[in-house]
């Protein structure tokens, strides 16, 4: 079956490291996105990508970084220049701008 | 900039007693909006997708409704496994991502 993979599922991360969140897709889809999800809180766009070796920031891109070098990986790193990375972290993917998203299972990411 | 406001923010329901969520927004130009179920600790569940004023969608007891200015998931005699946080989000103007609301995290209670 077609969908979103993320991984791992759980991640603790110690004080001034980098972790990089994997996300793969093989529903063939051009858009890729992070959202991060704080409870309370709506998802908010960390980054995105409307095709290969191409992305943009979102609202929250600070302490964060991307790649794309293949269709079907969009992995985030999370950075030691972020200071409070503890969240749920999702990704999404689009076959186009005007379709709704197919999300994966979600990365919550811990700070020890 | 666009905004989704989601209200209320929790809901608890008996079994059976039906309600409405909304879900309003400021935006320059809708070309899209769409309702997702989360389940905790999972990632959002498409439900639909509505793009003009009067137009409706029902997936068993849910049925979305759009005006202008809202939208509206009215849930009918809702069972426990209704249970979820229920999010709203807006594709508008030139923008290529989803701006989402923070939910409406609903109980129904058996």
């Known amino acids: 079956d077609g969908g979103i993979t993320q991984s791992p599922k759980y991640l603790f991360r110690k004080e001034g490291q980098n972790v990089t969140l994997s996300c793969e897709q093989n529903l063939n889809h051009d858009a890729m996105y992070w959202y991060r999800q704080d409870p309370g809180q709506g998802l908010r766009l960390i980054y995105y990508?409307?095709?290969?070796?191409?992305?943009q920031k979102g609202d929250i891109a600070e302490g964060y970084s991307v790649s794309r070098e293949k269709k079907e990986s969009f992995p985030l790193t999370v950075t030691s220049a972020q200071k409070n990375p503890t969240a749920f972290y999702l990704c999404a993917s689009n076959p186009s701008s005007e379709s709704g998203y197919t999300f994966g299972s979600g990365t919550r990411l811990t700070v020890v | 900039e666009d905004q989704v406001t989601q209200s209320p923010e929790a809901l608890r329901l008996q079994e059976g007693e039906s309600s409405s969520l909304n879900c309003s927004y400021t935006?320059?130009?809708?070309?899209?909006l769409f309702w997702y179920r989360q389940d905790p600790g999972k990632g959002p569940e498409f439900l639909f997708t509505l793009y003009s004023a009067g137009e409706e969608k029902e997936k068993e007891r849910l049925k979305a409704t759009l005006t202008k200015k809202e939208s509206f998931l009215h849930i009918t005699a809702p069972k426990p496994e209704d249970s979820a946080t229920y999010l709203c989000a807006v594709l508008s103007g030139s923008a290529r991502q989803l701006t989402f609301g923070s939910g409406t995290q609903l109980t129904v209670l058996p």
């Open positions: 935006v320059s130009g809708l070309r899209g």
């Open positions: 990508s409307q095709i290969v070796n191409d992305f």
